[in-house]
T-cell receptor, first 110, second 114 residues
């Protein structure tokens, strides 16, 4: 089955700096890669996603890149703000079953 | 446009009792997924259902756990004879299907087994 690894497990950045979270996946047939943000005690929220036929996607301060050959994808957050503090999960899927990474706890230092 | 609804939000059961968790998908969504999240851990896939059909239950424990999504009404995740290890947050997600992969999560049910 699919296996998703996510790094780092914790990340602290100064407000205004950029944050990068990386994931690798094992199943070359995976074709959909979403990112979720989860605040303490809340539901995971879909923040951005990318399909395997696209190399990069951007939405305001958030961008995701995908390297199918190397089987890795990354989340980039620019101009970080305190409200970006949360746990971020990557996931990979084919046939609709999502396999999640173990999460990155992002802390923005004011 | 209501999002994914789950109830109850918190559920306390004694060991050996049954737990029933309910999930109503977003309007227009016909695909439902259940995930389990242990404290400080990621989400683990349990089961994927469409109306009246279980599509993929590869993440479900073989015993005590069952799920259904009837023609009418919410999807239900049922845990029989709960044990302390079942304590977790159980999240339901839904998607419209038909080639749309985005899954939207409900607020979760936090199950505590005492």
């Amino acid at each position: 089955g699919e296996n998703v690894e996510q790094h780092p497990s914790t990340l602290s950045v100064q407000e205004g700096d950029s944050a990068v979270i990386k994931c690798t996946y094992s199943d070359s047939a995976s074709n959909y890669f979403p990112w979720y943000k989860q605040e303490l005690g809340k539901r995971p929220q879909l923040i951005i996603d990318i399909r395997s036929n696209v190399g990069e996607k951007k939405d305001q301060r958030i961008a995701v890149t995908l390297n199918k050959t190397a089987k890795h994808f990354s989340l980039h957050i620019t101009e970080t703000q305190p409200e970006d503090s949360a746990v971020y999960f990557c996931a990979a899927s084919r046939a609709e079953k999502l396999t999640f990474g173990t999460g990155t706890r992002l802390t923005i230092i004011p | 446009n209501a999002g994914v609804m789950q109830n109850p939000r918190h559920l306390v059961r004694r060991r050996g009792q049954e737990a029933r968790l309910r999930c109503s998908p977003m309007k227009g969504h016909s695909h439902v997924y259940w995930y389990r999240q242990l404290p400080e851990e990621g989400l683990k896939f349990m089961v994927y259902l469409q109306k009246e059909n279980i599509i993929d239950e590869s993440g479900m424990p073989k015993e005590r756990f069952s799920a259904e999504f009837p023609k009418e009404g919410p999807s239900i995740l049922r845990i029989q004879q709960v044990v302390r290890g079942d304590s977790a947050a159980y999240f339901c997600a839904s998607s419209p299907g038909q080639g749309s992969y985005e899954q939207y999560f409900g607020p979760g049910t936090r199950l505590t087994v005492t």
